[in-house]
Every structure is written in C-alpha cells, then in structure tokens.
C-alpha cells in the first residue's frame, strides 16, 4: 500500500479541503501516515494569504529536497498563485493542484503513477468544485459543509480571488443532503463555509439568500449547533440577525471582519463600506434577543496607515467589544492593487501597532469573559487534557470552557451544563455537576 502525508496550513476552508484531498487518497487505496519520512506521496495544502504561511511551505519543501524516491505536492492557494514557478523554486516538486481542481486529483495521480514528472490542475472553472463523495472526516461529531467557492470582492490586499476564483454558490438541495447526511452520520455541529459565506446565492430553482439556507439548515433534525464563516460587511443583512433570533440551534456567534476602524484606510482597502456602515450591523446584532458573541480579523500597518488612523481602531475595539480578534501585520501579496500603494509602514512600526492592538483586545476579552463567572453554559465536549484533570469544551458562542466533572467516562462529542467559576482572556474554567 502507498503512504502519503499531507500537512495543512490556513483557515477552515483549507482544513476542509485537506479532508476531501485524504478521501480521494484512501479511495485510490493509499494510507496515511504521521511523518513525510514514511510517506511515499507528501502533500502540503498551502495558503497564501499572508507571507509567512507562504514561506513556511518553501521552507519545508527546502527540509525535504534531498529526500529520494517521493513524490511531492504543493496544493491550495500557493500553488494557484505561483503554478509552474513552483517547479522551479523546488524542481523535486512533481504536483501543482490548485483547489478547484481537487476533484480531479485522481485523474492527476494517474498521470504521477504513469512516470509523469510534472503535473499541474490550475483551473478555475471546474462544474465539480463541491463533489463532496470521497470527503475523509476527521471530528465525528462536527462537519464543514463549503456553500460557495471564490471571491468578488477585490480588497486591496487579498489574493484569494487570484487563487479561489469567482464566486461560485453551491445549489440548496445539495446543502441540504450533505447537511442532512451528517445528521444520519451522528454529527450534531456544522460549519458553512464559504470566502463570503452569506454572498451565497442560490443557483437553483429555489432561489435562496444567506439568511433562507441558514434557517433551513438549522431546522435540519439532529443538528444541535450551526455556524458560519466568514461573512463580508457588504453582504451582512438584518434578516440574517432575525434568522438567528428565531432559530436556536443557530450558534450565538458571528465572525464579522473589519480589517480597519478607519473609513480612510477601509477605502483603500477597497472593503465597500464604511465605519458607520460597519457599525450599524454591529448594532443588529447588539439589539439581538440573544447574546452574540462577535469575532472580527484586522490588519495593522496597511499602506498609509496614519497614526490616527491606528486609533480609530483602537476605537473601534473599545466601542464594539469584541470577544476574540484575530490581528495581523500587513504582508504584501502578489497580484494584488495594494503593491501599487505608497507610503508602506516600516516593519518595526507595525510591529508596535499589533502589541498595542493585541493588548488592549486581551484586556476587553479578559473583562467579558470575567461577567459569564456564575453563569451556566452549555459545552459542546471536545476532549481531555489528562494533565490537568479538565475536560475540555466549547459553548455556543465558541469560547473554550475547561472544566472538571464527577465521573471519569470521556463524553467527547456530548453536550453538559457547567458552571463558570473563573476566567481568563482566552478560556472559561467551570465545573460540571453531573457524572460525564
């Protein structure tokens, strides 16, 4: 039996990807294995929408160029944006597979397994982008389901509709089937991803919004939990809001990035909307009748980022409260209109930027989490970290709940009430009462 290793890097959608890149292996009869010293086939699913991850796949690739007799694929969005550089950067690469073109990823081993020395799949355009037949899931209990492919938005500073391609929605039926097969499946949690999940349009007949599959996928028997991600600004509606509010196996929890406070520095982003527009979704979501949790993602040190600038979104922190961020220093990209910005920040300066922006977000995080202390919340049981003698969760509104519990059964994939007795910037710490 053939051996591959596939190491992952990015966001959900990539995690997701990988699941359905190990599918169509086992399928093809290879097995995986732990390590790229035991594989005969190693794969690394890229992501490129900041410079560092890019450089961590040359440089693995680097780790690995004097290993004889492997095969070696470079998959995801680096190797849509590079494509045939990629041979030349690591010539002991045999395989370029950009994303849309996974389903044909048999047909490419093929080629491999015939002595092809140099095969690619770069298109954009394949009718087969969500084949979800041979999709290896590794959590049992919580599934992601891709509703739309690409992108249309053209920020200023993002690659991905270079490397995903144009928006492509995913027809409802089909959703629905896999929605409802992972319900017969035993999963009780799933994710809907998407670049800009709630710009799904329906293709089919039926015609639905963002806001129209998400309540039909909440009402999904068996389903306890349904999240989304990542939503675009521009496309957030209220009706999604009200959705939420009428439906409770919709999680209390929506990632909404900003990139910016600044309507300045969110104009030559090219993001399409203002503070104040920005702002008024986040006062939907505040008037909710549930309590939301909100996530966003920033970029520190864009071209042109004026001091100022930075303050409104220290601002913006302070009047939104998030309840967790992810922060990032502005990295260049290829292809993208931000190169063509002057006035680029120094390193050290945005480094600055992204300690201040990290340590004012860990004081708000550190001051909401302290309020659920006597709470009672539901945790979704993920594992255990036997060191510590902790079971560990996650709520609705996905902040980590650590907690202990009479009983030494493992609930993985159950669901308990806990009490929150303490708290910390990044976690909950409480106590279950019943045997688990």
Known sequence: MKRFYIETFGCQMNVHDSEKVIGTLEERGYGQVQTPEEADLVLYNTCSIRDKAEQKVFQRLSENKKSKGKVFGVLGCVAQQEGERIFDKAPHVNLVVGSASYPKLGELLVQIESGGRRVTGLSLDSDDTFETAATRRDNPHKGYITIIEGCDKSCAYCVVPFTRGHERSRASASILDEANALARAGYTEIQLLGQNVNSYRDPSPAGWDFAGLLEAVGRVEGI????????????????????????????????????????????????QYTRDDYMRRIEWMKA???????????????????????????????????DSIFSFKYSARPNTPALALEDHIPDEEKGRRLMVLQERQRAIQLRRNTALVGTWQEALVEGRNSARGQWIGRTSQNRVLNFVAAGSEQPIGGYVPVLVTRAGPNSLAGECAIAV
């Open 288 to 322: 909710s009748k549930r309590d939301i949790a909100i996530s966003t993602d920033i970029i520190v040190g864009f071209p042109g980022e004026t001091e100022e600038d930075f303050e409104q979104t220290l601002s913006l922190l302070d009047e939104v409260e998030y």
């Open 224 to 271: 306890r939990r349904v999240r989304f991600t990542t939503s675009h600004p521009r496309d957030f509606g209220r009706e999604i809001i009200e959705v939420m509010d009428r439906t409770e196996t919709l999680c209390n929890q929506i990632h909404l990035p900003v990139q910016s406070g600044s309507t300045k520095v969110l104009a030559a982003m090219q993001r």
